[in-house]
């Protein structure tokens, strides 16, 4: 059974920092492209960031300089390092497998706000 679980969502400050971490299961992680996505209240559901399977990253616009995308092979766990976060960074939090077929998590709900 395919499992996405994302966790490390949550209440934070403008300026400040959360690390999410989404742990795979049920299939071979290693051999898929890995990515974040994100879905704030009325907007859609928009693209963050993607790791390939050779470790190469791509960044939306709006998140370049402040997010980071990593993936352990090893754990079989995707993260994202989100640095500096804004008002505008509350959403939930997606995360997405791609090879051919793919696969979404359940979410997590990061809330940006004083």
């Known amino acids: 059974q395919v499992q996405l679980v994302e966790s490390g969502g949550g209440l934070v400050q403008p300026g400040g920092s959360l690390r999410l971490s989404c742990a795979a299961s049920?299939?071979?992680?290693?051999?898929?492209?890995m990515s974040w996505y994100r879905q704030a209240p009325g907007k859609e559901r928009e693209l963050v960031a993607t790791?390939?399977?050779?470790?190469?990253?791509n960044y939306a616009d709006s998140v370049k300089g402040r997010f980071t995308i990593s993936r352990d092979n090893g754990k079989n766990t995707l993260y994202l390092q989100m640095n500096t976060l804004k008002s505008e960074d509350t959403a939930v939090y997606y995360c997405?497998?791609?090879?051919?077929?793919?696969?979404w998590g359940q979410g997590t709900q990061v809330t940006v706000s004083s």
């Open positions: 997405y497998a791609k090879r051919g077929t793919t696969y």
């Open positions: 049920g299939f071979i992680f290693r051999n898929y492209a």
């Open positions: 790791i390939g399977i050779p470790g190469s990253t």
